[in-house]
């Protein structure tokens, strides 16, 4: 199977992370001149080659292969670092090249006469090699510390443009929220090592030799679960944790397309599928339910959003509440599949939210407006001057709401079809769950419905300044390209044959996670059509709505306002972790002031009241023996002090009578 | 008899020249008193059948030393005014006792241990005296030492010269005016 | 007859005279002389003993290295006198004392 120049696959993996390394270095030593970009896009297709021959097509479906090099030894343990490739990290590795090299392609033209052009390409880089070397880590420390550095690349690039102050905020907003994940992270790694006394994921779960017996009923293991769960809530951006996402929609949108809506914030999914063997129900129910609240809440807030990135981003978020409960549910494959399909038709939107903000400031710079060119109320009709992108973005849009035809279809239908059968088989108040995603998956055909309508459709209101002259013309090709690349995987046939059945896509065919409640057959024929129905009479109640300008709700409806404040989440914040750290704060000093000052206080007035007495032993008594002491020195020294008069000639003189008196006592002698 | 007196007539004159040139206060003075005490040294040297030596004593005293020293003392001739003010008239001045003690006891400590080493001479010089191994005053001295140097001492002569080299050249830039500065 | 014990006497002489000169002279120049006489004497020295030496002839030999020697030592102590006097503007030793506590 190994056809490539028979390299191994872990030696293939290491260059593939390597690379964009190399690439991120090569650009920092260059500096400002290498502004093409084009050592990071020959880094990033060698690493998207060399993962696609070298790596995934060995190991997909053949083989689970490892290596690992000891670090360090802490007592009796060896540390050991290594590259793990299964299934599940091989596919992760190939989807983030796969992502990142449009994402390149498209970044030269997009970012092309930006000034800081010369850091972007370096970050993008460092990201790149951190996410690559995210995926393939087989030591859950290794794997830290590429979560931190991808972190950390994250971090640079929403403050790419730090000269904004939004910008600045928003990235100190997302590192600190991650902040919060990653300790969760490092607790679970921690308990980990404590119980377990390993952190090689090897070993931990089995995928070669021994496995550790991991009693699932312990209670560490509930608080381990719940610690990974919490990392993957910061980095995967999970209500309440989820505050930071929309306001990294501050970065180039390139960097949102790759960073923040396909790999990144997939990175918590993939940590949950790698330790998932870890969870056990208590974990798993919580991973659901935050998923559901998740998916929900970030799917009402897009309802109310004007600005087009932050529609996308609470998509993300909702998106990937969809994962978090496919995790939930046990069917850890679906979320894979979901992440694999989302990560590309959610690159693609962005890519084309790209191509049209990118035009809009053009047109806003040219015509000297004063608007904001990422506002939908702003945007109209386009599909006339941008028809390319607008098809582009209407498959995307299409595959997130789950049309036939589509790989979201397939995806989505999957974890919800699946998400029944659970709930079936538990029973209860479980049938909460499908049910609201369900709703959700309306609302999401909805709100794409209506980004798709106020952008596209209608009549645009600067069609005046176009007439006058002002070009405003079709994305340049280099942006195309990518585009169209990514909307050719957002279609079905890349996944699998069938039309309908998610079951034979050779993802979930591959991964399968084995789950153990009986198929319902009737699910699989009803819920795909309550979808699409939904979807479509969502879509055309958008077009009602939006095209027709038949809007019923009153622009400050209540619910509307709700949403576009994001369910006042951030002033929820603000009010009680900001507001009650400064109240808690100023009790604290209070105290702090008067008691603890208090105290300090009347010590050191008892020490000044002892110290005065001191004082008189040791002027009196003390010094009176040492100044005797010194004078008698000074005395004696003022004495020979003479003789150190600097004169070479009495020098001379001593020497000699030395000499003579020496010769004088040979003489007698 | 003669060379006798002619001795005592050039120690003398070397004695007394050089303690009147230690005592006079004229630096100019001094230092033509100086020419005549290296005058007389050469004079001695003959006495020791050292012909070679006492011209070469005068041609780079005399000729050399003498005269550097005239320059160096004009150069800084500031101190000149100094010395010709009047000082005291006694004939030791107070201030230098404790080095004419110094000096006289090295004096006699010197001279005690030359006349008690004097009874009993090292071997060589008395088995030199007995085998007439000694410098005649009729040998060439000069030629003589003219193969001494380039045969026997070849090696120290080298040194020697080259070391005179760099003395010369760290005098001369020793004493170059710094005007970089 | 002039013995060795007359050129050793006459020497100690001059050099006691040339020690007594660098001990007490208030300037550098005469100090010079004084050690200039040293040497001369030491010299004396050599050549009164090079007379029973008629194989080596090290007692002349060595005279000339001392005179060679004492001129290199005339030549760049005066240099030194000469930096000395720009630096202090005077060539008294008594009143440079850099060397004092």
Known sequence: MNTFLH?????????????????????????????????????????????????????????????????????????????????????????????????????????????????????????????????????????????????????????????????????????????????????????????????????????????????????????????????????????????????????????????????????????????????????????????????????????????IKKILAFSTISQLGFMMVGVGIGAWDAAMF?????????CLLFLCAGAVIHEMTHLKA?????????????????????????????????????????????????????????????????????????????????????????????????????????????????????????????????????????????????????????????????????LTGGAILSWFMGWRWYVKQKYPLSENNRFVHFAYKQGYLNEFNEHIFVRGTTGLSRILYTFDRYVVDGFTKFFSWLVRQLSVVAYWFDKHIVDGIVNLLAGTMYYIGHLVRHVQNGQLQTYLGFALTIVVLGLLYLIIK | MIESLLFYAFAGLAILSALLLVHIRNIARALFLLFIVLFAMAGLYLFALADFIAITQILVYVGGVLILLIFAFMLSNKELLDDLQPSSKRFISLPNWQAIILALAFLSLMIYSYISWAQHMPKWISQAEAKGRMILPTDNNIKTLGFKFMTQYVLPFEVISVFLMMALIGAAHLSRKESNK | MITLTHFLVVSACIFCIGLYAVLAKRNTIMILVGIELMINAAILNFVAFGKYDKVNYGGQVFAIFAIVLAAAAVAVGLAIILNVYRHFNTINPQNIHELKD
């Open chain 1, 7 to 307: 390299i191994s696959p872990v030696t293939a993996s290491i260059l593939v992370t390597l690379l964009p390394l190399f690439a991120c270095l090569a650009q920092a030593l260059i500096g400002k001149k290498s502004i093409s970009g084009n050592i990071a896009l020959v880094a990033i297709i060698a690493s998207t080659g060399i993962s696609l021959f070298g790596v995934f097509l060995p190991i997909w479906n053949e083989t689970t292969t490892l290596q690992k090099w000891a670090w360090f030894t802490i007592g009796e343990y060896t540390l050991e670092v290594g590259i793990l490739l299964n299934n599940l990290t091989a596919l992760m590795q190939l989807l983030v090249c796969i992502i990142s090299l449009p994402v390149h392609i498209y970044s030269r033209a997009y970012m092309k006469s930006d000034e800081g052009i010369h850091r972007y390409w370096m970050y993008l880089s460092l990201f790149c090699f951190a996410m690559l070397g995210l995926t393939v880590s087989l030591n859950l420390l290794q794997l830290y510390i590429f979560w931190e550095l991808v972190g950390f690349a994250s971090y640079l690039l929403i403050g790419f443009w730090f000269t904004k102050e939004t910008a600045v905020q928003a990235n100190k907003k997302a590192f600190l929220v991650n902040r919060i994940g990653d300790i969760g992270f490092l607790i679970g790694i921690a308990l980990v090592y404590a119980h377990c006394g390993t952190l090689d994921l090897s070993v931990l779960f089995n995928q070669t030799g021994t496995q550790i017996a991991i009693d699932k009923n312990a209670t560490w293991v509930t608080f381990a679960g719940l610690a990974f769960f919490l990392g993957a809530m910061a980095k995967s951006a999970q209500f309440p944790l989820h505050v930071w996402l929309p306001d990294a929609m501050e970065g180039p949108t390139s960097v949102s397309s790759l960073i923040h809506a396909a790999t990144m914030v997939a990175a918590g999914i993939f940590l949950l599928c790698t330790v998932f063997p870890l969870f056990n129900d208590t974990v798993l129910l919580v991973v659901c339910i935050i998923g559901t609240l998740t998916a929900l809440s970030a799917a009402i807030f897009a309802l109310g959003q004007h600005d």
């Open chain 1, 338 to 346: 979901h992440l694999t399909t989302h990560a590309f038709f959610k």
């Open chain 1, 366 to 530: 040219k015509a000297k407006l004063d608007i904001d060119p990422q506002d939908l109320r702003h945007l109209g009709g386009l599909r006339h001057f941008m028809p390319k992108t607008f098809i582009c973005m209407v498959v995307a849009s299409l595959s997130l709401a789950g049309f036939p035809f589509t790989s979201g279809y397939l995806s989505k239908d999957s974890i919800v079809i699946t998400a029944y059968e659970w709930a079936n088989h538990l029973r209860g108040v479980y049938v909460l769950i499908p049910i609201l995603l369900t709703i959700v998956s309306l609302l999401t055909a909805f709100y794409i419905g209506r980004l798709i309508f106020k952008t596209f459709f209608g009549d645009f209101k600067y069609r005046s300044y176009i007439d006058e002259g002002i070009i405003f013309h079709e994305a340049p090709s280099l942006m195309l390209v990518p585009m169209f690349f990514l909307a050719a995987g957002s279609l079905f046939p890349l996944f699998g044959i069938s039309l309908t059945d998610y079951h034979s896509a050779w993802i979930m065919l591959t991964l399968d996670a084995g789950t153990n409640y009986p198929i319902l057959a009737q699910a699989h024929l009803f819920i795909p059509i309550l």
